[in-house]
């Protein structure tokens, strides 16, 4: 267990009691969960053993907005039903096209939702989903209605680019009955990244170690 990425870290996310428990509750089972090890299949060829967790602390707030290189970035991608932006984790910008929103598209924090409305997380995880789970700071989920046909992906964009910052996030995709919509993402960091978590169906666990 890192001793960066405490229960106590975890509890210093804002969010509601429900989001909070969660949160608590992934963060007392990563204390107890070993780290992965290559000699599990899915970090064979991985350098897992290599990660001095210890170096790694949370990730500090940015400034709200799209950062000029993300903004570069993206502007090829003219044609798209809408666009988020996640920097170190946190949620700085989003956008949903005329198209998104008549066809009743939504992006929200899970921290604006009920626990009665929130996706539940999957029931197994390795220490780095868990980790997930309880330090994302800006869980996310896009609602696509049922029968909504989206002619142009939805882009997520997750940027790293804070030093020695253990960075997670969680987006999680709800498709409606009949529902057709495709997400571009894309995870891009400033300085060397590593990978610490894999995509699990529509609701992927995903950081990033930057020693930028």
Same mark, same amino acid.
């Given at each position: 267990?890192?001793?960066?990425?405490?229960?106590?870290?975890?509890?210093?996310?804002?969010?509601?009691?429900?989001?909070?428990?969660?949160?608590?509750?992934? #963060?007392?089972?990563?204390?107890?969960?070993?780290?992965?090890?290559?000699?599990?299949?899915?970090?064979?060829?991985?350098?897992?053993?290599?990660?001095?967790?210890?170096?790694?602390?949370?990730?500090?707030?940015?400034?709200?907005?799209?950062?000029?290189?993300? %903004?570069?970035?993206?502007?090829?991608?003219?044609? %798209?039903?809408? =666009?988020?932006?996640?920097?170190?984790?946190?949620?700085?910008?989003?956008?949903?096209?005329?198209?998104?929103?008549?066809?009743?598209?939504?992006?929200?924090?899970?921290?604006?939702?009920?626990?009665?409305? #929130?996706?539940?997380?999957?029931?197994?995880?390795?220490?780095?989903?868990?980790?997930?789970?309880?330090?994302?700071?800006?869980?996310?989920?896009?609602?696509?209605?049922?029968?909504?046909?989206?002619?142009?992906? =939805?882009?997520?964009?997750?940027?790293?680019?804070?030093?020695?910052?253990?960075?997670?996030?969680?987006?999680?995709?709800?498709?409606?009955?009949?529902?057709?919509? %495709?997400?571009?993402?894309?995870?891009?960091?400033?300085?060397?990244?590593?990978?610490?978590?894999?995509?699990?169906?529509?609701?992927?666990?995903?950081?990033?170690?930057?020693?930028?």
């Amino acid at each position: 267990m890192p001793s960066t990425l405490t229960p106590d870290a975890a509890a210093a996310l804002d969010g509601p009691d429900w989001l909070s428990a969660r949160r608590a509750d992934a #963060a007392a089972l990563a204390v107890e969960t070993a780290p992965p090890s290559p000699s599990e299949e899915v970090w064979r060829y991985s350098r897992v053993a290599e990660l001095e967790l210890d170096r790694y602390h949370p990730a500090t707030r940015p400034a709200d907005g799209v950062p000029p290189a993300v %903004r570069a970035l993206v502007e090829p991608i003219a044609d %798209r039903a809408g =666009l988020v932006v996640l920097r170190n984790g946190w949620l700085v910008h989003t956008d949903l096209s005329e198209e998104a929103t008549a066809a009743g598209v939504t992006i929200t924090a899970l921290a604006d939702l009920g626990s009665d409305a #929130a996706p539940p997380e999957p029931e197994s995880f390795d220490l780095f989903g868990l980790l997930g789970v309880a330090h994302a700071p800006s869980p996310l989920l896009i609602d696509v209605p049922a029968g909504a046909v989206l002619a142009h992906p =939805l882009v997520v964009v997750e940027w790293v680019d804070e030093a020695d910052a253990a960075v997670f996030t969680r987006v999680h995709v709800r498709l409606g009955a009949d529902a057709e919509a %495709r997400q571009s993402s894309g995870s891009c960091a400033v300085g060397n990244t590593v990978p610490a978590a894999e995509k699990i169906g529509a609701s992927p666990p995903v950081a990033a170690l930057s020693s930028a």
